[in-house]
């Protein structure tokens, strides 16, 4: 693949495994053996059987006519908001729990910023039997107190990160610290695109069954398997390199990733990774991210606490560069306009993640023969308190 | 030859490191702390510049970290408080830090200002050996500046053959697999991990750290190797009220 990772974990300039020695042992276990323990038939078989029964997929590939009608063309939502667990997280969280049921592991460790990955990773950890313990900043705990609760129902232990600026990123460093700690029993889920290779190659791989579906299905439904544009958005970007990920190649299909601009790209209260960042390196990969002249991570912020993470997945980085993506960025106002445009037009309460994706598509003019997916990555439950108070509802 | 390499060819034990975050518990402590510690008879010094995620950190270097930040800590000012630092100190001074700092100086621009301002060596836990080859082991090497790797219970004969042979002052031992901050672990498993090291005629002496607080964890860290370094016992001594003054004590507490 062109825009796949070469043997030492880069993509581009971009990648690596930025890691202490403490880490390495670990690191270069799951480097020796991931690709194997993915391509053994019984894994896949597993893998298969529990994305079909537990999670509910293929997620449908939606028609969505009055999208359509409304901005003259032909769009399609792929719908990860119908996964168990509510997002597309649960594709990843399975995964990486067979591997680790495979390498032996007893013990799962993970971060979480809104709480979704934490979800997933309770969920799977209850499913196959294994402690979990999840990591999620004081604040975003304060935040997101439904999901806290959501996840020590599941049998998660919770463990608030008061480091730092209290949320995901340092979530990330306490988890980092643990598995440190912790090098033979535990295994690290990581819920996004992000971190030392080979995770972000591991996750993008689980998250590449998105776009797999999709083809088939727009084949079915359109005759053709490539569409004009693919839309997802991105905070560390994991439900858009799953999007994106078998379209990589068809260089006529545009791909666009879409960014939180918080309240404005230039008002410092923004996510805009692309935007705003330097390269540099975070938890363990040379990307882009935001940071001060001096190198240290800048907060960021978004309504959205999906998306508020201060760098990006070192492929997107190399997608960003190489220029086979478009960033772009979604302002707070915006995303929440176009959820409440989504549940009007089509009945569908969306992630205000997923929202910032479905805004984007004011800002294109399409062709009526143009066909459009847009990844519609989470459901909007979690987010009913934001949309209310913002609505008046 | 730089300060470093002088000191390990004339002295093979019981040498005593001492780590520091600069800009704490002031912004302007750093080099005040450095001569206390030399009168006091360190042997060499190893002043961590802050960084808002340091992975590898406990929480008492966490906390300094940030703190030291919020006092105005930043790379441009650590080298303009080092500037006449080779008039006040003479022991060798180590940087220690994480890559994203350095990234943002530019690596090339940091080795040239470490070694105008007299720094002998860098530590760099975040910043792996192939990472180290291909992109900037040459900034190093032009600067006479020596690279620092850590070796773990846990890392392979073939690597720490390989760190031997990419540095060229000591190998910084880690006493566990952990973050700094922790108690010393001697079990049967460390105390053969130390003499496998030992056994390995390696190049370089090897110098034990993490989890060594006071004389008890000194002395059994210098049976094994070339001697130790204390870091955040040290750190949190520097949030006592008298810290400047204490200096010498907290050595002798160390190493009588």
């Known amino acids: 693949m062109k825009y796949g990772v070469d043997e030492h974990g880069y993509y581009g300039d971009f990648g690596g495994a930025y890691i202490p020695e403490m880490l390495y042992p670990n690191i270069e276990e799951l480097r020796k053996q991931y690709l194997a323990v993915l391509e053994d038939d019984d894994f896949k078989a597993e893998f298969d059987q529990l994305l079909k029964d537990y999670v509910g997929r293929p997620s449908p590939l939606y028609y969505a006519k009055r999208y359509s009608e409304k901005y003259g063309t032909n769009i399609f939502f792929k719908r990860e908001d119908l996964n168990h667990t509510g997002s597309h997280k649960i594709n990843n969280a399975i995964g990486q729990i067979l591997l680790a049921e495979r390498l032996g592991k007893k013990r799962i460790i993970a971060e979480t910023g809104a709480g979704q990955h934490g979800v997933a990773t309770a969920t799977v950890c209850a499913l196959k039997g294994l402690e979990c313990v999840v990591y999620m900043g004081e604040i975003d705990m304060q935040r997101q107190a439904p999901n806290v609760s959501r996840m020590k129902m599941l049998g998660a232990k919770v463990v608030p990160a008061t480091s730092g600026s209290k949320t995901l990123k340092d979530a990330t460093n306490e988890a980092l610290r643990d598995w440190i700690g912790n090098p033979e029993d535990t295994h690290y889920i990581i819920g996004s695109v992000v971190g030392p290779y080979p995770y972000p190659e591991m996750v993008a791989r689980f998250q590449s069954i998105i776009s797999f579906e999709t083809k088939k299905q727009l084949l079915e439904q359109t005759g053709s398997e490539l569409p004009n544009y693919v839309l997802a958005c991105v905070g560390g970007g994991s439900n858009a390199m799953g999007m994106f990920y078998h379209f990589l190649d068809d260089e006529d299909v545009k791909l666009i990733a879409v960014e939180a601009a918080g309240k404005g790209v230039d008002t410092g209260h923004s996510a805009a990774t692309t935007f705003l960042g330097k390269e540099g390196v975070l938890h363990g990969t040379r990307t882009i991210l935001m940071q001060t002249e001096d190198g240290q991570v800048i907060e960021p912020y978004s309504i959205s606490a999906g998306l508020d993470y201060p760098g990006i997945g070192p492929q997107h980085a190399h997608l960003y560069k190489a220029k086979r993506a478009q960033y772009a960025s979604i302002t707070d106002e915006e995303a929440l306009n176009a959820g409440l445009l989504c549940c009007q037009l089509e009945g569908i309460i969306p992630a205000i993640e997923s929202s910032h994706a479905l805004a984007y598509l004011e800002k294109i003019k399409f062709k009526p023969e143009d066909n459009i997916v847009i990844c519609i990555s989470g459901r909007g439950d979690k987010d009913l308190d934001t949309y209310i108070k913002h609505f008046g509802y | ?256």
């Open chain 2, 1 to 256: 030859m730089n300060r470093l390499h002088n000191l390990f060819a004339n002295k093979k034990s019981n040498l005593l490191s001492i780590y520091y975050t600069a800009g704490y518990p002031t912004l302007d402590s750093t080099v005040a702390i450095a001569e206390a510690l030399e009168n006091a008879g360190v042997d060499f010094l190893e002043i961590g510049f802050p960084y808002s995620d340091p992975v590898a950190d406990g929480p008492t270097i966490q906390q300094s970290s940030e703190k030291a930040l919020e006092n105005g800590m930043t790379l441009n000012v650590l080298f303009e408080q080092l500037k006449d630092l080779r008039n006040r100190v003479s022991i060798p001074i180590l940087l220690m830090g994480y890559i994203n700092p350095m990234v943002q100086y530019g690596v090339e621009r940091f080795c040239k200002k470490a070694s105008e301002v007299g720094v002998d060596g860098v530590i760099v836990p975040d910043l792996p050996m192939y990472e180290y080859e291909k992109l900037y082991s040459g900034y190093f090497k032009d600067n006479n500046l020596s690279n620092i790797f850590l070796v773990t219970p846990n890392t392979s004969e073939e690597r720490i053959r390989k760190i031997d042979g990419l540095t060229d002052s000591f190998i910084y031992l880690l006493s566990s697999s952990s973050i700094t901050g922790g108690s010393l672990q001697v079990s049967t498993n460390i105390e053969d991990y130390y003499k496998r090291i030992r056994g390995m005629g390696l190049r370089n002496p090897a110098v034990i750290g993490f989890g060594i607080s006071n004389s008890e964890s000194y002395n059994k860290a210098c049976q094994y190797a070339a001697g130790a370094i204390v870091g955040s016992a040290f750190v949190k001594h520097l949030a006592t009220k008298n810290y400047l003054e204490g200096i010498p004590e907290f050595i002798k507490n160390i190493r009588p």
